[in-house]
């Protein structure tokens, strides 16, 4: 899952050597922490947040099969 958010994201920005994804995994949960260059923010975003909720859509629809509920969080 990592590795498709990098795959995803690292085209988008002006910087891809500084795209992290961190994973924090609890009992019911998995939330994935994406860190982008703060100049990239917006592109990352988009337009009233709509690229954000495209990735979002398509880690939520990959991480389906898993019992634990997936989270993308995006800062930078």
Known sequence: MKQLIETIVKPLVD???DVQVN???DDQR???HLTVNKTDMGKVIGKQGRVAKAIRTVVYA???SQQKKIFLEIGE
């Open 23 to 25: 994973v924090n995994e």
């Open 62 to 64: 990959a991480g389906s």
């Open 30 to 32: 998995i939330t994935f």
């Open 15 to 17: 910087f891809p050597e």
